[in-house]
Structures are given as structure tokens and as C-alpha cells.
Nanobody, 131 residues
Framework: QVQLAESGGDSVQVGGSLRLSCALTGNPWLSYCMAWFRQIPGKERQAVASIDNTGGITYADSVKGRFSISKIKDGAVTTLSLEMNNLKPDDMATYYC???????????????????????WGNGTLVTLAS
């Protein structure tokens, strides 16, 4: 059974940094992609960064140069991380990690800005910004 659990959300100052983590267990696929999405109330969930099983990475223009996605596997747990620097008010959102077996889907979501539903989602972690 696939499980995704985000952590690390917090209230930070504008210009500050934060690291989000997502623990993945039960991934049944050798070919897959993972992504970080974010959502604010009333708006569609939007992908900001993706990584696939080969290590290919894609960023949305809005976070390029400020956010860094990575993943590491340790035993049965794969940890997906999102390092966020120079945070801006527009970065305030609930952040979700996602997993999909359709290899290119995560990258497409990031590149197009269109919402693509993923096969598995975490429950989200909230990032708030204080000026």
C-alpha cells in the first residue's frame, strides 16, 4: 500500500527558508515520477517541482533558482524533499507530494501549469509567510 506523508510546513518570514519532506513507502513501480504541488484556497493545485526515477528534475518558472527538489531512498522509505529559499508571499500554500507511474506526467504538470491528477497524494503540509 502506497503511503505519502508530508512534514516540515511552518510559518516563516518573507525571505526565509524552509525544507519540506515527504516519506514514501510501498511504491510498487520501478518507473515513476514524484512531484511537489501547492494549492491555495479557491485555486487549482499546481505543480512546482518534479523528479523522476532517473533523477530528471523540472521546476516551474515561479520557483526556479529558489527551490530545490531531491529524493533519497533508505531501505523501504524514499524521502522526497523540497528546499525552499528566499520565500515570497506567493509561496504561501498547502504543499502536497505526489507519486505516479506515468513517467512523464509529473514533468508535464510542472511545465504546463495544468492540473494533472496523480495516482497517489499525501495529505499536505501548510506553509505560511509572515512579513
Amino acid at each position: 500500500q502506497v503511503q505519502l506523508a508530508e512534514s516540515g510546513g511552518d510559518s516563516v518570514q518573507v525571505g526565509g527558508s524552509l525544507r519540506l519532506s515527504c516519506a514514501l513507502t510501498g511504491n510498487p513501480w520501478l518507473s515513476y515520477c514524484m512531484a511537489w504541488f501547492r494549492q491555495i484556497p479557491g485555486k487549482e493545485r499546481q505543480a512546482v517541482a518534479s523528479i523522476d526515477n532517473t533523477g530528471g528534475i523540472t521546476y516551474a518558472d515561479s520557483v526556479k533558482g529558489r527551490f530545490s527538489i531531491s529524493k533519497i531512498k533508505d531501505g523501504a522509505v524514499t524521502t522526497l524533499s523540497l528546499e525552499m529559499n528566499n520565500l515570497k508571499p506567493d509561496d504561501m500554500a498547502t504543499y502536497y507530494c505526489a507519486l505516479d507511474s506515468r513517467f512523464a506526467r509529473c514533468k508535464l504538470a510542472v511545465m504546463t501549469g495544468i492540473f494533472y491528477d496523480m495516482k497517489h497524494w499525501g495529505n499536505g503540509t501548510l506553509v505560511t509567510l509572515a512579513s
